[in-house]
Nanobody, 120 residues
Framework: QVQLVESGGGLVQPGGSLRLSCAASGSIFSIYAMGWHRQAPGKQRELVAVITSGGSTTYPDSVKGRFTISRDNAENTVYLQMSSLKPEDTAVYYC??????????????WGQGTQVTVSS
């Protein structure tokens, strides 16, 4: 019922930049928040950034000052601008959205993930 389409992953050198995009579609009445998580092999999935429909943002210390999340509420799209990338940023990045469908059902869906590799 809700689909998240991610794009923008790829290979980048340390210190480089990359921008991820995620568009949500479906019978959506309201999105409360959208965000990005990442998971590296052998590690647990961790929060990267989250933004509410009202514009509030949250970042962990590991990416604060380097990553910026933004959104286009009209298009139910969220972006993650990543700069000063480090090898430890290498992971599969997953888009997440939660909110309410038009029928009033609360949802919390995930995208399929996009690979980000930071390497020289």
């Amino acid at each position: 019922q809700v689909q998240l389409v991610e794009s923008g992953g790829g290979l980048v050198q340390p210190g480089g930049s990359l921008r991820l995009s995620c568009a949500a579609s479906g019978s959506i009445f309201s999105i409360y928040a959208m965000g990005w998580h990442r998971q590296a092999p052998g590690k647990q999935r961790e929060l990267v950034a989250v933004i509410t429909s009202g514009g509030s943002t949250t970042y962990p210390d590991s990416v604060k000052g380097r990553f910026t999340i933004s959104r286009d509420n009209a298009e139910n799209t969220v972006y993650l601008q990543m700069s000063s990338l480090k090898p430890e940023d290498t992971a599969v990045y997953y888009c997440n959205a939660n909110g309410a469908l038009r029928g009033g059902v609360v949802f919390d869906f995930w995208g399929q993930g996009t690979q980000v590799t930071v390497s020289s």
